[in-house]
């Protein structure tokens, strides 16, 4: 009689937080350490890839949209059965007139968010004049 | 975390960029530079292979996009090598897989160049 060992059982994180500086170079970091929470929890190949991407696009996105920035705080919030994300700056939000780049970069912000909210389960996004962008999105556990 | 770009020529007019790496805010403007310098220099018809590509976001499509609007308004193309199902889903979710033309060779990309 053969018996199987019983799978080790998935242990929720807890939480997880990361500071990262609000330039270009420093978004790969914030990629793998999403993929980092990500394989911790069980999702697959795929999904940790939409992890990576959407926490790269939020970051992106803050940088290219905040003023006066310094710093990207970036939290994973690990559940049974969803991984909450909150990505926020620590600037001002822009003047709409001062939002920087020519039309195709304002074009491709909008993509950034578009591709947070197709592959994300929720999203949030706000912009508070005083605070900065702030996103909080949720991928949910499905294996 | 890097991206590396080659330019070579090919045939007639056409020109093949072979990007290997990863394309995000950091590393897009070095792909930017390389289809700009093509394009001022008046070559509009290319072919950019994203073969050795691991990763690419709004920033590389961004790039693309510009790309192809400016080669189009000289008659010329833009057209994409790619099989990697990751980096093609991201085409598939932006709906660009309806404005570029992507291939699985760079013989058939050069072929359906305009």
Redesign the interface.
Same mark, same amino acid.
């Given at each position: 009689m053969t018996m199987n060992a019983p799978e080790p059982e998935v242990q929720t994180l807890g939480s997880v937080e990361l500071r990262i500086p609000a330039r270009? /170079?420093w978004?790969?970091v914030a990629?793998l350490a999403a993929a980092a929470v990500g394989s911790r929890m069980r999702f697959s190949v795929?999904e940790i890839?939409d992890l990576? *991407?959407a926490i790269? /696009?939020a970051?992106?996105n803050i940088?290219?949209r905040s003023e006066g920035i310094e710093n990207i705080d970036l939290r994973w919030d690990a559940g049974p059965t969803e991984l909450r994300i909150t990505v926020s700056g620590d600037g001002r939000a822009p003047k709409l007139e001062s939002v920087k780049g020519a039309d195709? /970069?304002n074009?491709? !912000?909008g993509? !950034?968010i578009? *591709?947070i909210r197709? *592959?994300m389960d929720t999203v949030e996004y706000e912009i508070d004049p005083q605070a900065g962008a702030r996103l909080v999105m949720s991928k949910i556990v499905t294996q | 975390m890097d991206i590396k770009v080659n330019v070579r020529e090919s045939e007639g007019d056409a020109y093949v960029v072979d990007l290997a790496g990863e394309i995000d805010v950091y590393t897009s403007p070095k792909v930017k530079d390389a289809i700009t310098e093509l394009i001022d220099q008046g070559h509009y018809n290319l072919v950019i292979n994203l073969e050795k590509v691991r990763y690419i976001d709004s920033t590389g499509l961004g790039v693309l996009i510009g790309g192809l609007k400016r080669v189009r308004e000289h008659g010329g193309s833009v057209n994409l090598v790619c099989t990697n199902p990751q980096i093609k889903k991201i085409f598939d979710i932006t709906g660009l897989v309806k404005i570029f033309g992507i291939f699985d060779d760079e013989q058939s990309a050069m072929k359906a160049l305009v």
């Open positions: 270009a /170079e978004v790969a990629r795929d890839d990576k *991407l790269a /696009e970051c992106t940088i290219q195709d /970069e074009k491709v !912000g993509l !950034g578009f *591709l197709a *592959l | -």
